[in-house]
């Protein structure tokens, strides 16, 4: 595999996304709520969130496991879509404990989690991090 267009885009929508999460997330902790700064973060991250997901239906790796060439970590995909999905919702019903504990888990699992598997030495970038070349 190597490093196409859509592989770039994906890596910097999962990056930015990474970065953005942690703000969005902090500006409602704590005795100062930051709400302007929490809705920017919040529409950033999942503007985001949908772009890493898009361009990952458009990642196929046929070395490891697959069918059709998606592999097991591609299951975070309608995972990642049905979490923002149901954390605006919570909102439209006002249940912004659900929207939040919603926006946490989905934060977890699709950037930490997945994040980590994408490091693993037999994944692309994984590859390119811990491989030496001389």
Avoid: E, K
Avoid at 22 to 31: K, Q, S
Avoid at 107 to 118: E, I, P, S
């Amino acid at each position: 595999m190597q490093l196409t267009p859509v592989i770039a885009i994906h890596i910097t929508f999962a990056a930015i996304a990474v970065v953005l999460g942690p703000m969005a997330l902090w500006t409602r902790l704590g005795a100062i709520a930051r709400p302007r700064w929490h809705r920017a973060m919040g529409y950033g991250w999942v503007t985001c969130m949908l772009g890493a997901a898009t361009s990952g239906l458009f990642i196929r790796d046929y070395q490891l496991p697959n069918i059709a060439g998606y592999t097991p970590i591609h299951i975070l995909i309608p995972v990642t879509f049905f979490s923002l999905w149901r954390a605006f919702s919570y909102l439209a019903q006002g249940n912004f404990r659900g929207h939040q504990l919603t926006m946490q888990w989905t934060y977890g699992l699709a950037c930490v989690v997945t994040g980590l598997f994408t490091l693993l030495p037999n994944r692309y970038l994984g590859q390119m991090l811990w491989t030496t070349t001389t």
